[in-house]
């Protein structure tokens, strides 16, 4: 059974720090993109950031979170992780991984079309 576990959530002040992870079982994760998005209430789904798979170490970053977000994986552990800093108001939202499973080369894409399985998220609320 494919399972993608999202963690890391939580109420930070802004300026803060928080790093997310997602977890596979069921599969290996080392062959995929995995990307990282977001979605606030009554706002679209939007991309944060992506990593390429087959050990390529590209990665991909929204305008919004550049110089602040990084994406990084551990092939080991099938976890793909997603620091966070220098946190927003604006930052706020239920954060979700996802992968493509499909054959993809190049730079890894921010569209939610692009990917194939969706874990559930985990909430990060900017606040003080």
């Known amino acids: 059974q494919l399972q993608f576990v999202e963690s890391g959530g939580a109420l930070v002040q802004p300026g803060g720090s928080l790093r997310l992870a997602c977890t596979t079982s069921?599969?290996?994760?080392?062959?995929?993109?995995v990307g990282w998005f977001r979605q606030a209430p009554g706002q679209e789904r939007e991309g944060v950031s992506c990593v390429s798979g087959h050990g390529w170490p590209m990665t991909n970053s929204a305008d919004s979170v550049k110089g602040r977000f990084t994406i990084s994986r551990d092939n080991a552990k099938d976890t793909v992780y997603l620091q966070m800093s220098s946190l927003k108001p604006e930052d706020t939202a239920v954060y979700s991984c996802?992968?493509?499973?499909?054959?993809?080369?190049?730079?890894?894409?921010?569209?939610?079309?692009?990917?194939?399985?969706w874990g559930q998220g985990t909430q990060v609320t900017v606040s003080s």
């Open positions: 069921g599969f290996a994760l080392d062959n995929f993109v």
């Open positions: 996802a992968v493509r499973f499909r054959p993809y080369a190049g730079t890894c894409a921010l569209t939610k079309g692009q990917y194939d399985f």
